[in-house]
């Protein structure tokens, strides 16, 4: 069966200080990939989705950049974090195809940049 | 005006009623998508529907394409329904992007 990680589940970080956050798919191949973010009191909104290992498409622009070094993981990054960060960072895989297709989501990571 | 707007945004429900959430969209879909979030945040999906019916367990989702509604029903309510319900379309051609509805906060009281 597929399982999808995050971590970590928790994060406080300083303004200006860096961010790295690791996603990884089990149990399926050339997923594509997805990070959402949930701000507080608002809705889910796409942040970035790549259909394979280096392609990445942006949704949104942002202090946040993402990548794909490998078939099943994704990485959420930031040089210099912004208050604005702070978030509910929500990562997701789905099968591919020419319809739409269930997402299946990770059990998230809260951050707080201070 | 959001592409995907939710109704009503908070429910509150005795144990055993039937429930009712709707999801209005306003551009043209692929897929309609229903999800449930919990309080602690995690995330499953419990519908993908381009037309017409689908049911698991105690839960209905219907979507009528023409009018561009889709509505999600719960029979006989418990108290581990509590969760935000969130509608969610591909939309645009784009069969990767999620554009989602603010969730409708559903509590059931025993």
């Known amino acids: 069966s597929q399982t999808i990680h995050q971590w970590p589940a928790t994060l406080v970080q300083p303004v200006g200080s860096p961010l790295s956050l690791e996603c990884t798919v089990e149990?399926?191949?050339?997923?594509?990939l997805y990070w959402y973010r949930q701000a507080a009191g608002r809705g889910l909104q796409l942040l970035f989705y790549?259909?394979?290992?280096?392609?990445i498409s942006s949704e949104v622009p942002q202090n946040l950049s993402a990548s794909r070094p490998q078939d099943r993981q994704f990485i959420l990054s930031s040089k210099k974090l912004l208050l604005s960060d702070s978030g509910f960072y929500l990562c997701?895989?789905?099968?591919?195809?020419?319809?739409?297709?269930?997402?299946?989501f990770g059990p998230g990571t809260r951050l707080l940049v201070l | 005006k959001n592409e995907v707007e939710q109704s009503p945004q908070n429910l509150t429900a005795q144990e055993g009623e039937f429930i009712t959430i709707n999801c209005s969209y306003s551009?043209?879909?692929?897929?309609l998508h229903w999800l449930q979030q919990h309080p602690g945040g995690g995330i499953v999906s419990l519908f993908m529907?381009?037309?017409g019916k689908k049911k698991h367990g105690r839960l209905i989702a219907t979507i009528n394409i023409q009018e561009k509604h889709s509505s999600l029903h719960i029979t006989a309510s418990h108290p581990r329904d509590s969760a935000v319900y969130i509608c969610?379309?591909?939309?645009?051609?784009?069969?990767?992007?999620?554009?989602f509805g603010k969730g409708t906060l559903l509590t059931v009281n025993p």
């Open positions: 997701a895989w789905s099968t591919i195809g020419t319809a739409g297709r269930t997402q299946y």
């Open positions: 149990g399926t191949s050339n997923p594509n």
């Open positions: 790549s259909v394979g290992i280096g392609q």
């Open positions: 551009v043209g879909i692929s897929a």
């Open positions: 529907l381009s037309s």
């Open positions: 969610a379309v591909n939309s645009g051609g784009s069969n990767y992007k999620l554009t």
